[in-house]
Nanobody
Framework: QVPFVESGGGLVQPGGSLRLSCTAS????????IGWFRQAPGKEREGVSC????????FHADSVKGRFTISRDNAKNTVHLQMNSLELEDTAVYYC??????????????????WGQGTQVTVSS
């Protein structure tokens, strides 16, 4: 059983919005931080956003600052990614995974390999 299931992707026009959901198979309170990552065709996976579960501190990649917001719902074991003002360059498969705060915020937790299927986000006119 994969630890996270991603949903909420779809096809949207530039400037549009989507809200992604990442549902954990167990309480997210058991994680230090959970983040969103994305992989575009022909590119390496990159960190997008990361949230510290206990205190709600957030980190966002420079490319999405001011447009994306990560949040968590402890009661529903879910982490959301609200994506506004979507751009063509946001097209990718989005995944969630445990993330780090140090030494570099927002990187995938070392040793994590249980990636889910992700959710496809396509921004196109």
């Amino acid at each position: 059983q994969v630890p996270f299931v991603e949903s909420g992707g779809g096809l949207v026009q530039p400037g549009g919005s989507l809200r992604l959901s990442c549902t954990a198979s167990r309480s997210i309170l058991g994680y230090y931080a959970i983040g969103w990552f994305r992989q575009a065709p022909g590119k390496e996976r990159e960190g997008v956003s990361c949230i510290i579960i206990s205190r709600g501190s957030r980190f966002h990649a420079d490319s999405v600052k001011g447009r994306f917001t990560i949040s968590r719902d402890n009661a529903k074991n879910t982490v959301h990614l609200q994506m506004n003002s979507l751009e063509l360059e946001d097209t990718a498969v989005y995944y969630c995974a445990p993330c780090t705060e140090e030494p570099v915020p927002g990187e995938v937790e070392p040793g994590f390999t249980s990636w889910g299927q992700g959710t496809q986000v396509t921004v196109s006119s």
